[in-house]
């Protein structure tokens, strides 16, 4: 598939400079990006919080979900109470199907930042079905949470079974009575997750969850700073590629930059900077 050239958001390029020039101050920063997106952008993110919705070719997904089946024993426990499971795995295999799947939504993402993308972070993560006591006291990604990145980071969810609603672990945001999603932000510290325990309950009482349902191939991108969470599969397990990504200046030398993504975060923040300046 050809990757689509778009213009540069020069404003979004240039605020993200001035705040690595100044230190990590989140705050200062994280306003400016509200103020960098183009209307366009600013109204999806106001009305909805979900910027597209598509699904890939089957023959991709076919392949990855027989590249997790035949290498099954590369699934790691990813958090200490077991419901959840991070696939691992350096092979040249396994990532040219994820640089053949991120080729497919690259176009998507070019096209809402009006720049250039740079692939942040890519997770293959599995939730296995749960038990009544998860359901009644949910923990982690089951909670309704914020991740409380800076405003320019976004995420890919791609789901690698059907997903048909909350039995299944479909992703749920909430939204208010006139269909937008609840945004909550931690004004202390922006880079905090905020989970289910930093908000008042009674406060969920006036929103709705809503579900995003899909089959296999499915994928959404979305602003992963409104309440969401994954729904505690009860039916079976869910397997997804969550995708994280910010703007950039440059058409990227390979699909995805894995030297890029081995390293730390500061590290990957100089690097980034080094290379766009």
Same mark, same amino acid.
């Given at each position: 598939?050809?990757?689509?050239?778009?213009?540069?958001?020069? +404003?979004?390029?240039?605020?993200?400079?001035?705040?690595?020039?100044?230190?990590?101050?989140?705050?200062?920063?994280?306003?400016?990006?509200?103020?960098?997106?183009?209307?366009?952008?600013?109204?999806?993110?106001?009305?909805?919080?979900?910027?597209?919705?598509?699904?890939?070719?089957?023959?991709?997904?076919?392949?990855?979900?027989?590249?997790?089946?035949?290498?099954?024993?590369?699934?790691?426990?990813?958090?200490?109470?077991?419901?959840?499971?991070?696939?691992?795995?350096?092979?040249?295999?396994?990532?040219?199907?994820?640089?053949?799947?991120?080729?497919?939504?690259?176009?998507?993402?070019?096209?809402?930042?009006?720049?250039?993308?740079?692939?942040?972070?890519?997770?293959?993560?599995?939730?296995?079905?749960?038990?009544?006591?998860?359901?009644?006291?949910?923990?982690?990604?089951?909670?309704?949470?914020?991740?409380?990145?800076?405003?320019?980071?976004?995420?890919?969810?791609?789901?690698?079974?059907?997903?048909?609603?909350?039995?299944?672990?479909?992703?749920?945001?909430?939204?208010?009575?006139?269909?937008?999603?609840?945004?909550?932000?931690?004004?202390?510290?922006?880079?905090?997750?905020?989970?289910?325990?930093?908000?008042? +309950?009674?406060?969920?009482?006036?929103?709705?969850?809503?579900?995003?349902?899909?089959?296999?191939?499915?994928?959404?991108?979305?602003?992963?700073?409104?309440?969401?969470?994954?729904?505690?599969?009860?039916?079976?397990?869910?397997?997804?590629?969550?995708?994280?990504?910010?703007?950039?200046?440059?058409? +990227?030398?390979?699909?995805?930059?894995?030297?890029?993504?081995?390293?730390?975060?500061?590290?990957?923040?100089?690097?980034?900077?080094?290379?766009?300046?």
């Amino acid at each position: 598939m050809m990757i689509v050239e778009v213009p540069i958001n020069m +404003q979004i390029f240039q605020t993200i400079k001035s705040f690595f020039n100044r230190g990590f101050d989140y705050s200062a920063y994280y306003q400016e990006c509200v103020q960098a997106y183009n209307p366009s952008l600013s109204k999806q993110r106001e009305l909805k919080g979900i910027f597209h919705r598509g699904i890939l070719p089957n023959h991709l997904v076919d392949e990855m979900q027989s590249y997790l089946t035949a290498h099954d024993s590369n699934w790691n426990e990813f958090v200490k109470n077991g419901y959840s499971s991070i696939y691992v795995s350096n092979s040249e295999g396994y990532r040219k199907i994820l640089d053949k799947i991120w080729t497919e939504i690259i176009p998507y993402v070019n096209s809402i930042y009006q720049s250039y993308s740079k692939l942040q972070e890519v997770k293959v993560l599995r939730h296995h079905t749960q038990t009544k006591k998860m359901i009644d006291n949910p923990e982690g990604a089951f909670v309704w949470h914020s991740d409380g990145h800076p405003d320019e980071l976004i995420n890919i969810l791609v789901y690698l079974n059907n997903v048909s609603g909350p039995n299944d672990g479909c992703f749920q945001y909430l939204i208010d009575d006139t269909g937008r999603p609840v945004y909550v932000r931690n004004k202390k510290n922006l880079m905090k997750r905020l989970g289910n325990t930093t908000f008042n +309950q009674a406060d969920f009482t006036n929103y709705v969850a809503a579900d995003f349902v899909g089959e296999s191939g499915s994928f959404f991108i979305f602003d992963n700073n409104f309440l969401h969470r994954a729904a505690p599969p009860v039916a079976k397990k869910r397997d997804v590629i969550l995708f994280q990504v910010r703007p950039s200046r440059k058409s +990227q030398d390979s699909i995805i930059d894995w030297k890029y993504l081995e390293m730390k975060f500061a590290d990957q923040m100089k690097d980034w900077y080094k290379n766009e300046g």
